[in-house]
């Protein structure tokens, strides 16, 4: 089995004079659930098309599970694969079962066994006689993806699948997509949330304007800015001379003043009676020994993660580069 269930080289896409996709590599592997995160129109939907054969690329290559876009066995390697790319015409008059019985059949041979395991899958057992006009937007959706799961595939790929939800029928897709990832399958997902990403996948590539300005891990990626620490110098201290009115706001600009001095120049931000810091994890002891050693007690240091959220805007407006500390 290919280490990548997704790769694709250089695939680029023109419409006239829009660039809906420039040079993006992507590497989804096999196993794992990828977030394919970006805002609106930045080429999500047409990055999913191309690698289905939906559309074809300005130029580029594309390997699904492993075969060559243009191969002979890539109708075969397709016939694994289940997508959700547009909302399907679902007969409203027909129950669950029924639309998956005649919408899945226009793919391949499906047998009513089949179609039990797919409304297995989305826990629509119970309601699937129930008439699909009955559905709450939950259940209409979590049918939409039985419709990609019939027939076991090895890669699931869904376009915008919490598009339009409200929040509990959002929590109801994403345990669904948990679980699929629980049972072993590789599912591509794209989105314009990101916080959903962060929740739900265990990679992500981050797509602005046709091009992928990041790919990986979530954990790595976020892990790669450091994280901040909060040093709070409550405790006022007999002896040092910023303290002895108790302006805690004092004591937490001297602390910043000596933490700026360390040889790494960490950024620093004070805040009322704290300061923010940008260091990485393994700094916090360092930090505690400096400001004891002039008299200053850290009261509190939480080491603060930053959010895909933070890490998206930053790479969005180009201002990863320049660290610091903002809140
Ligand atoms: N058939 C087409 N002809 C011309 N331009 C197109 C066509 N399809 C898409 N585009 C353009 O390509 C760019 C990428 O569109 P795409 O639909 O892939 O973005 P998206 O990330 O899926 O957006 P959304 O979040 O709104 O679904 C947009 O500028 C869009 O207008
Ligand atoms: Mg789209």
Not at 27 to 52: D, E, H, Q
């Given at each position: 089995?290919?280490e990548?269930a ?10 006239g ?14 196993g ?7 805002p ?18 300005t ?11 243009g191969?002979?066995d ?50 629509l057992?119970?309601?699937a ?29 869904l ?15 994403r ?12 599912v591509?997902?794209?989105s ?69 001095q ?36 850290i ?29």
């Amino acid at each position: 089995m290919s280490e990548w269930a997704i790769r694709t080289d250089g695939l680029t896409k023109h419409y006239g004079r829009v660039r809906a996709l420039e040079e993006i590599h992507l590497r989804v592997p096999a196993g794992r659930i990828y977030g394919f995160v970006g805002p609106n129109g930045s080429g999500k939907t047409t990055a999913i098309a191309s690698v289905l054969g939906l559309i074809r690329p300005t130029r580029g290559s594309i390997e699904v599970l492993g075969v060559c876009q243009g191969s002979r066995d890539f109708p075969a390697a397709l016939a694994q694969v289940g997508a959700l790319v547009q909302a399907p015409a679902f007969y409203p008059y027909l129950s669950g079962r029924d639309n998956l019985r005649v919408l899945g059949s226009t793919r391949s041979m499906v047998s009513d066994r089949d179609i039990d395991e797919a409304l297995s899958m989305v826990g629509l057992t119970e309601r699937a006689n129930d008439r699909y006009q009955f559905y709450s937007l939950g259940m209409r959706q979590r049918l939409a993806i039985a419709l990609a799961l019939i027939g076991h595939p090895r890669l699931v790929i869904l376009d915008e699948p919490t598009n339009g939800l409200d929040p509990f029928g959002i929590q109801e897709v994403r345990q669904l997509i948990r679980g699929l990832g629980a049972q072993g399958l590789t599912v591509f997902l794209s989105s314009h949330l990101l916080y959903e990403v962060e929740q739900v996948c265990d990679e992500v590539g981050v797509i602005v304007q046709g091009r992928l300005v990041a790919q990986g891990p979530v954990e790595e990626l976020l892990r790669t800015r450091g994280i901040r620490i909060r040093v709070s110098p409550g405790e006022r201290h007999n002896g040092h001379p910023e303290g002895v009115d108790g302006h805690n706001g004092a004591l937490a600009r001297a602390a910043a003043r000596l933490i700026e001095q360390l040889p790494w120049r960490p950024r620093v931000q004070v805040q009322g009676e704290s300061v923010w810091v940008d260091a990485p994890p393994d700094k916090g002891a360092e930090l505690t020994r400096v400001l004891a050693s002039q008299g200053l007690w850290i009261s509190e240091l939480v080491p603060v993660r930053s959010t895909l959220e933070q890490y998206f805007m930053e790479l969005a407006t180009g201002r990863q580069a320049e660290g610091g500390v903002r809140s």
